[in-house]
């Protein structure tokens, strides 16, 4: 029982939203129920509301409909459930216990003025199943004209293919349509509310998005990536300056140990919120591997600047040139509220193969940290690359460009296994760096001032881990080459040396941080 108007009435649930279900509720409402007329669309009027005539009589259905959905959203005795349906019914008549389930709205009822604006200003189209999907509507939308009750709704689908695959879930689906219609500045927006650094990312990112991309089975992916760019880059040409507002100091101080990728983006979330962050770099100036990993020529250092610049407009502090050893790591437990360790995998993997230890083997994080810093000035010499991922490409361009006399990258798989973007692997191959499939190094010698590799020529077997297929020795396939330079790009681990010195860190097999 429920009291109206300081009488005892009882409960009804109607169960749909058409005329049928219109006219029971008023009935009961008017014989004194209380009445829940539960509709699974965001309006009522069910079938009857997208009728032109009526039969037999040929009156005009919303003649007849409009008025009955007035009187009900006007009832004080019928509360309307709309996006609804039972989950389960329990007890007996005459009490019954109805689990419903409500879908959010995503648009409070009780402050839409029913105007249409959103619907104006909506990029998306879906299909309009309340005209039987022969025409498109808004993702915000109001169901019909005369709708009751009259606020409008947002359909969801879930999260995009494209925004589940990448680690910050940028809303590639929403910016996307954002640009489509001419909309440059909000599409740069919606992307920086979760990644400050649309330029940065516009250039390197591996794109896990176009990978997932639905559009893909229809012809290919769409270009997520280069989109991103695109407004990030226009933004700069017109002149615009993202004016990112500072929040208020909340008292709590953050130390943050590493400034590559996910010490900055930890930054940037973390002042957004009003805690005073510290960044510690040991190096000369921040970014990383970004910096101190990614060639020029993918990643100007101009437009890197640019990016990091928000940081320092949100007050975050740097500490360059600050090695953290135990001792430090410890005074920074007392001085600040918490300490996020983002030291980032900046060691290249061993082979584990006879001679990687001799004078002009290198791995790939120390050779192009050493040829962008200026410690690497020229190569004339002949290199191979051990690895097929984007560092394993990025170095041996880099050789190039430093002048070397031939390049190689030895890679154990085919190239459809490798996990370089294939733009890069392209453009490495018009630059005229040879490629050596299903070949791995098994030894490493020394002859005067050259190295030999002994290689090893592999074929696939069934798929590992990764869900690719596994390389398997050939027995008997051994050859020998002679280079001046090994740059071994297998994989990289974190710095052990913290590891292992940092007190409560639980790590995985290879040394990430748990």
């Known amino acids: 029982m429920e009291t109206?108007?300081?009488?005892?009435?009882?409960?009804?649930?109607?169960?749909g939203g058409g005329v049928a279900g219109v006219q029971a509720s008023l009935d009961l409402a008017y014989g004194g129920f209380k009445v829940y007329l539960l509709e699974s669309k965001d309006a009522i009027g069910g079938v009857m509301s997208q009728l032109d005539k009526t039969f037999p009589t040929n009156d005009c259905a919303m003649c007849i409909l409009s008025p009955k959905l007035v009187e009900v959203g006007s009832?004080?005795?019928?509360?309307?459930?709309?996006r609804s349906k039972i989950v389960k019914v329990e007890g007996a008549s005459p009490h019954f216990k109805v689990?419903?389930?409500r879908e959010?709205?995503?648009v409070d009822i009780s402050a839409c003025k029913g105007c249409g604006d959103c619907a104006n200003a909506c990029p998306v189209n879906i299909v309009n199943d309340y005209e039987e999907s022969l025409t498109y509507r808004k993702a915000i939308f109001r169901r019909y004209e005369q709708a009751v009750p009259s606020a409008f709704g947002i359909t969801k689908y879930g999260m995009s293919p494209c925004r589940t695959a990448c680690p910050i879930h940028v809303n590639a689906q929403g910016y996307i349509a954002l640009i489509s219609k001419?909309?440059?500045?909000?599409?740069l927006s919606l992307i920086r509310e979760v990644n400050p650094f649309p330029g940065i990312t516009g250039r390197i990112c591996t794109r896990p998005c176009e990978e997932a991309c639905s559009r893909a089975k229809v012809e290919e992916s769409i270009a997520i990536d280069l989109l991103k760019r695109y407004v990030s880059d226009k933004e700069k040409v017109t002149g615009n300056k993202w004016n990112i507002e500072k929040p208020s100091y909340n008292g709590k101080d953050i130390a943050i140990i590493g400034s590559g990728p996910a010490g900055l983006l930890a930054a940037y979330d973390l002042s957004r919120k009003g805690y005073g962050v510290t960044v510690f770099e040991r190096m000369p100036e921040i970014g990383g591997m970004l910096r101190y990993?990614?060639?020029p020529y993918r990643l100007p250092r101009e437009v890197l600047n640019e990016d990091l610049n928000i940081l320092n407009e949100l007050g975050v502090t740097f500490k360059v040139n600050n090695s953290i050893d135990n001792t430090l790591f410890n005074d920074l437990k007392d001085k600040f509220n918490a300490v996020f360790i983002a030291v980032g995998a900046c060691k290249s993997r061993k082979m584990n193969i006879p001679g990687e230890d001799l004078p002009n083997v290198i791995g790939a994080t120390d050779f192009l940290k050493n040829a962008l810093t200026g410690e690497i000035k020229e190569f004339t010499g002949r290199a191979a690359v051990i690895g097929g991922g984007n560092a394993a490409i990025d170095a041996a361009r880099t050789l190039l460009r430093l002048g070397a006399e031939k390049v190689e990258i030895i890679y154990r798989r085919t190239r459809a296994e490798m996990p370089a973007n294939n733009e890069e692997i392209e453009e490495a191959i018009q630059e005229g760096i040879i490629f050596n499939y299903l070949r791995t190094p098994v030894e490493i010698s020394k002859k005067r001032e050259s190295l030999i590799l002994k290689i090893q020529e592999m074929k696939l077997g069934e798929p590992d881990s990764s869900g690719r297929r596994r390389p398997c020795p050939i027995e008997g396939s051994n050859f020998k080459i002679i280079v001046d330079q090994v740059v071994v790009a297998i994989g990289t681990t974190p710095n052990p040396v913290l590891i292992h010195s940092t007190p409560g860190l639980e790590t995985k097999k290879r040394g990430e941080i748990i």
């Open 4 to 15: 109206i108007n300081n009488k005892a009435v009882g409960k009804v649930l109607v169960v």
């Open 75 to 82: 009832n004080p005795n019928i509360e309307l459930l709309t």
């Open 99 to 101: 689990t419903v389930l």
């Open 104 to 106: 959010p709205r995503y």
């Open 182 to 187: 001419g909309e440059y500045e909000n599409a």
């Open 293 to 295: 990993g990614i060639p």
